[in-house]
């Protein structure tokens, strides 16, 4: 890597010089610094830590073209999905997670949490071993074992999943709302969890990804990671039942959620679209109480989820565009919202990964810069940073 030298950066709320010599930040300054032969150098702007996507589906990203979701719903999703899931060969799935992978870092994402259906271990054993090479290409990455059609409804599921954790996934997965009834997604939950136990790995749920007002299992995911420590470890995605509960409970559930420490993943471009599928009009919106979360202090992150597979064929692998939806769904437009959204991209969406990378004299560089300075104007006009990886 050669040399790089911003000037006047914004870096958090300082003003500084920033110089990368050979791959590590070698120097901040208060003061200007002097150019070196050869540095590029860059005026201004705004320098972030790189972003972190906490959830996509790589096994089936780019495949939408080959199973176009005619009703657009998420069971239909999942139907075209399980066809298309016993075609996948070793050579496809590497190509298309490694395509999708170098999506995500052309626009400034170099961590990626993938969900994996467990439905086929030749994929989840793919995207193992795509690991360290996705590393050398300076992207973290982390394999959910997820079990996309429940692991209770049907014999061989549970045991599928069982072998998915245990070849070295990174969290166990669970789809507690798709299980048949809802005891038996409470006690998929708790499988989750004894699972996760088992092998020293986190947790990571697509739950209540419903419209339904009585789904349930949010609170039961709380409260199994409050009675066994887990906080910090626990990610629950979508959350979208969460909008159509009564206020009463929704205002339960959420100061739950704040407590047990779980961080509740939105992710508005799939879900603006399968969700609402059974509303006349008014048509609902599928998404989490963003807003309500973050006042009472619960961890949010934005999630991409479809990189052009079978339940959303329009994703980009680039995080300002869940960002940029997320913020007109939730009605988040106050500038502080605005910023708050920004900057969840390069901090609680690195939740899972133990945080956001430092940037201080002496880390390694990766990083991004922003020729501006101004999130709402970043949001606006969703440019592609400069990434150092
Ligand atoms: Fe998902």
Known sequence: MSGYLFQGVTLGENEVSLRVQDGRIARISAAPLDPLPGEQIHQGGRITAPFAEPHVHLDAALLGARAPNKSGTLREGIANWSRLRAELTVEDVRARALETLEMYA??????????????????????????????????ELQVVAFPQEGILRAPGRQAQWEAAVALGCDAVGGIPHFERTAEEGWQSVRMAFDLAEKHGVMVDFHCDESDDPGARNLEVVCAETLDRGFAGRVVAGHCTALHSYPNPHAAKVIELVAESGVQVVANPLDNVVLQGRYDSYPRRRGLTRVDELWAAGALVGIGHDSVQDPWYRLGTADMLDPAYMLLHLGQLTSDAEMRRIFFCLSGDNHLAFGGPPELVEGARAQLLWWEDLDPVEILRARPVPLTLR
Do not use: C, Y
Request: net charge negative; charged share 25%; aromatic share 0%.
């Open 106 to 139: 052309s626009h400034g994402t170099l961590r990626v949490r993938t969900h994996v259906d467990t439905g086929s271990l030749l994929a989840v054993e793919t995207l193992i071993d795509l690991k360290t090479e996705a590393l050398e290409r300076g992207i």
